[in-house]
């Protein structure tokens, strides 16, 4: 904390009346706050704001129209487009975080979302399970008020690959491989931590460009060239860490 800052963490409620009037008393001064405003048809407000000591301040709320977003997904080769979990979260309001399951043409149809920044990702129905999982390519929206958004994802066919790892001239008996993208490629995937033993490993991996780090326990080393994992059904990396 920095001194003579003030840190305040709640939440206040209040419910307008007839006249859709509200009072919201006990704000904390030089903090910043985020008032929301919600009717029962999904209108809502938001704004970010912050009060100085002793002020009263009398604001007009304007609640904007409810909006629809629909994300097509669709694969690049014979990929399937059933199941995959699509997950929609708030930049502006973070309380919103929404996942859908597609439907077998791909779509996902979610209505009364309020106006705002989104973040979107969607992940491979094959690896919501597993610690392998990479949600396919993240997008960010701005969803204007009463606006029907139609976002297009494109999804890979993911590849099969089959690594081994040897750290100076050793296979080591434990690692992490991270698997980080590198912005500027067609696409943009989170990050891809996998847990190794006995050298080799096996997983599904979009195709892209890759930073690669290894790490060993009190240890990481970085690959000092990007790993590309191709296009195709099937690939093999020989990971190497030399002396830094």
């Given at each position: 904390p920095v001194p003579g800052s003030v840190t305040w963490v709640g939440r206040l409620r209040a419910a307008a009346d007839g006249d859709g009037a509200f009072r919201l008393a006990g704000l904390p001064a030089g903090v910043p706050l985020r008032i929301t405003a919600r009717d029962s048809d999904g209108h809502c407000f938001h704004v970010e704001t912050e009060f100085s000591p002793g002020e009263v301040r009398k604001t007009d709320v304007m609640l904007a129209a409810p909006s629809r977003m629909v994300v097509k997904l669709t694969p690049r080769g014979s990929g399937t487009r059933t199941g995959h979990r699509?997950?929609?979260?708030?930049?502006?309001?973070?309380?919103?975080?929404l996942e859908v399951h597609s439907d077998e043409a791909g779509m996902v149809r979610v209505k009364d979302v309020p106006p705002g920044r989104y973040k979107v990702a969607a992940v491979h129905p094959k690896e919501d399970k597993s610690r392998a999982a990479v949600r396919a390519r993240i997008m960010e929206v701005d969803l204007r008020s009463g606006q029907e958004l139609q976002l297009p994802i494109e999804v890979p066919d993911y590849t099969l690959v089959t690594g081994a790892i040897t750290v100076k001239g050793k296979t080591p008996a434990v690692a992490r491989v991270g698997f980080g993208p590198i912005e500027g490629t067609s696409d943009h995937y989170e990050p891809l931590l996998l847990d190794v033993r006995g050298g080799r490993f096996t997983a599904r991996i979009p195709p892209g460009t890759y930073?690669?780090?290894?790490?060993?326990?009190?240890k990481r080393f970085e690959l000092p060239e990007p790993v590309v994992v191709p296009e195709e059904?099937?690939?093999?990396?020989?990971?190497?860490?030399?002396e830094p």
């Open positions: 699509v997950r929609i979260q708030g930049i502006d309001d973070p309380s919103i975080d930073h690669v780090n290894v790490n060993l326990p009190g059904p099937t690939a093999s990396l020989q990971l190497v860490v030399e």
